[in-house]
């Protein structure tokens, strides 16, 4: 019994200790002529879809939940953002070459038809994100328009 208790005393003062672990949570300016919605002037709908389910993981305007401030979720949303930002970064889409746009294009079609995006894990705590059929395909339309006339 003793032992149990320490056990969990010395959890409990890790637990605390770890909350001191600095994680940098400030968002890089954003430039709107690199920014993909304001560059592309899309639609409202389109807009509003994107920065509700894709934004928060693919851009520099991602607003952190908050269960982000406690560690160790903090750590894993993070690296979420990071991981992210680094495969797809809306904030500096004009900054991307012609085939990387394409690529990109291409690949968010796929991941929102098989779902694996915005990912299942995020949808369970924004409602938000948790795109209908309905909205999945409005995107999608959109995004095939792009690569029809590769106007990206
Ligand atoms: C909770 C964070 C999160 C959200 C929300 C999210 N993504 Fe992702 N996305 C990631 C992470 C992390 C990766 C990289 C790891 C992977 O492929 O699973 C990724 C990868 C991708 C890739 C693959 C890029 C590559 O190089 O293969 C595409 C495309 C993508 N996301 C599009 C989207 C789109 C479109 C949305 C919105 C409908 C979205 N994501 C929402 C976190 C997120």
Not at 9 to 31: S, Y
Not at 78 to 94: A, D, I, M, P, Y
Not at 120 to 141: C, T
């Amino acid at each position: 019994m003793k032992m149990a208790k320490k056990i969990i005393f010395w959890i409990l003062v890790g637990f605390a200790l770890i909350q001191f672990f600095p994680i940098d949570r400030t968002n890089k300016p954003i430039n709107s002529a690199a920014n993909f919605v304001d560059a592309r002037k899309t639609p409202e709908k389109i807009r509003t879809l994107l920065k509700n389910a894709c934004y928060d993981c693919h851009s520099n305007e991602t607003v952190y939940p908050k269960y982000a401030f406690i560690a160790p979720v903090s750590w894993s949303v993070k690296s979420h953002v990071n991981e992210g930002r680094e495969h797809l970064n809306f904030s500096t889409w004009e900054t991307y070459n012609k085939d990387l746009k394409e690529n990109m294009i291409t690949k968010s079609i796929q991941t929102i038809q098989s779902k694996a995006m915005p990912m299942p894990g995020y949808i369970v705590y924004h409602k938000e994100a948790n795109l209908s059929e309905a909205e999945r395909a409005l995107l999608i339309q959109y995004f095939e328009e792009m690569l029809k006339t590769k106007t990206y």
